[in-house]
């Protein structure tokens, strides 16, 4: 088994969130999601449709000013950081080391650059490349160790 890139296009925002949706409805604690892509690339949009796949009817929105955001689901939480502010890892980069393999942890994160180095080695990641208003490619490498996230439905 190895490293495996799957190219998804997705021409909407509702299908973008389905995406998420379905990983979300795999996960099983611990795992650490990172999203990559310019500002308005989707990178909420898919956390929204994560968040519902794991079973959060909380609200996602972005944590832009908050750096982190968490939502309820059932007995996990996933923890949503978005890094775009934080110059200076810090003690940031303690809390997502420490969150990152917690088994009732999901992590995802935006603009997470600044925690690179603490990155699991199995970390799921997602660029999203705008194609056009509304169409993205979504490019996930998944490490081997992560292929149960990959439903069907996903590469179909
Ligand atoms: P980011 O978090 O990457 O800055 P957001 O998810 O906040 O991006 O915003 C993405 C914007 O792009 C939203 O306004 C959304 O409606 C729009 N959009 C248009 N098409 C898509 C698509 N296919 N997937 C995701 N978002 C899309
Ligand atoms: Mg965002």
């Given at each position: 088994m190895?490293?495996?890139?799957?190219?998804?296009?997705?021409?909407?925002?509702?299908?973008?969130?389905?995406?998420?949706?379905?990983?979300?409805?795999?996960?099983?604690?611990?795992?650490?999601?990172?999203?990559?892509?310019?500002?308005?690339?989707?990178?909420?949009?898919?956390?929204?449709?994560?968040?519902?796949?794991?079973?959060?009817?909380?609200?996602?929105?972005?944590?832009?000013?908050?750096?982190?955001?968490?939502?309820?689901?059932?007995?996990?939480?996933?923890?949503?950081?978005?890094?775009?502010?934080?110059?200076?890892?810090g003690?940031?980069?303690?809390?997502?080391?420490?969150?990152?393999?917690?088994?009732?942890?999901?992590?995802?994160?935006?603009w997470?650059?600044?925690?690179?180095?603490?990155?699991?080695?199995?970390?799921?990641?997602?660029a999203?490349?705008?194609?056009?208003?509304?169409?993205?490619?979504?490019?996930?490498?998944?490490?081997?160790?992560?292929?149960?996230?990959?439903?069907?439905?996903?590469?179909?």
């Open positions: 190895s490293t495996k890139v799957y190219r998804i296009r997705t021409t909407s925002p509702e299908t973008t969130e389905h995406i998420g949706e379905h990983i979300g409805a795999c996960v099983r604690g611990g795992e650490v999601i990172e999203l990559v892509s310019d500002l308005g690339g989707g990178k909420t949009t898919f956390v929204r449709g994560l968040a519902r796949g794991m079973g959060s009817t909380d609200r996602v929105s972005s944590p832009t000013f908050t750096l982190s955001r968490e939502y309820a689901a059932g007995e996990r939480t996933l923890y949503h950081f978005d890094l775009y502010r934080l110059n200076e890892a003690l940031m980069a303690d809390e997502v080391a420490e969150l990152a393999g917690a088994p009732h942890a999901v992590t995802v994160i935006e997470g650059d600044v925690v690179q180095h603490v990155l699991p080695k199995h970390t799921l990641r997602i999203i490349h705008v194609l056009g208003d509304t169409e993205r490619e979504l490019e996930v490498t998944c490490p081997p160790e992560l292929a149960y996230l990959i439903p069907k439905e996903v590469i179909a």
